[in-house]
């Protein structure tokens, strides 16, 4: 049974910090390429940040570059994002997606909320 179990959201003021996890199961996690995406209160679904197979190429949303920071980790079957510098338009709900070959999956989502 494939699984994406994000943790690590929350409540942060402006300028803190975070770092969400997303643990994998049920299919061959170091050959998929992970994407974090996050989704805002009325508005669409925004990729925040991809990482490939290896973990040596990552790509970010303008909006994040310089502030956030997509890792991996295929030996525990793991996808991270480093947040720092959060913003007020940062809060959302964040979630991971796997991509292997033509399949997608994807997870249930963690909430961010940045707040003074």
């Known amino acids: 049974q494939v699984q994406l179990v994000e943790a690590g959201g929350g409540l942060v003021q402006p300028g803190g910090s975070l770092k969400l996890s997303c643990a994998a199961s049920g299919f061959t996690f170091s050959s998929a390429q992970m994407t974090w995406y996050r989704q805002a209160p009325g508005k669409e679904r925004e990729l925040v940040a991809w990482?490939?197979?290896?973990?040596?190429?990552?790509n970010y949303a303008d909006s994040v570059k310089g502030r956030f920071f997509i890792s991996r980790d295929n030996a525990e079957n793991t996808v991270y994002l480093q947040m720092n510098s959060l913003k007020l338009e940062d809060t959302a709900v964040y979630s991971c997606r796997a991509t292997r070959r033509a399949t997608t999956y994807w997870g249930q989502g963690t909430q961010v909320t940045v707040s003074s």
């Open positions: 990482i490939s197979t290896t973990g040596d190429s990552t």
